[in-house]
């Protein structure tokens, strides 16, 4: 499955953007991801999303901004931001768990 991801751009902190998550194929039976990488740091874990739609948020820094959900009939997983801060800053990539494939990400600048 491929993965077009979307939605990043240049928001003031305090503000909120919504990434999207487009899948090539249904998804329906999928466990779903997003994942960061910032300047000069690793690649983390975000948030995840069981086909059940149980979620995880990995990053105690978001818990209460991020919410990730899902429209299987849609093909498409979504990361709502809230809230932003100049340290949320990076690349954001989603992730299909059960074939460990990734979208080509969308960067998300937040200025002070």
């Known amino acids: 499955v491929q993965l077009q991801a979307s939605g990043g751009g240049l928001v003031q902190a305090g503000g909120s953007l919504k990434l999207s998550c487009v899948a090539s194929g249904s998804i329906s039976a999928d466990g779903m991801a997003w994942y960061r990488e910032a300047p000069g740091k690793q690649r983390e874990l975000v948030a995840s999303i069981t086909n059940g739609g149980s979620t995880y948020y990995a990053v105690d820094s978001v818990k209460g901004r991020f919410t990730i959900s899902r429209d299987n009939a849609k093909n498409t997983v979504y990361l709502q931001m809230s809230g932003l801060k100049p340290e949320d800053t990076a690349v954001y990539y989603c992730?299909?768990?059960?074939?460990?494939?990734w979208g080509q990400g969308t960067l998300v600048t937040v200025s002070s």
């Open positions: 992730n299909d768990l059960m074939y460990d494939s």
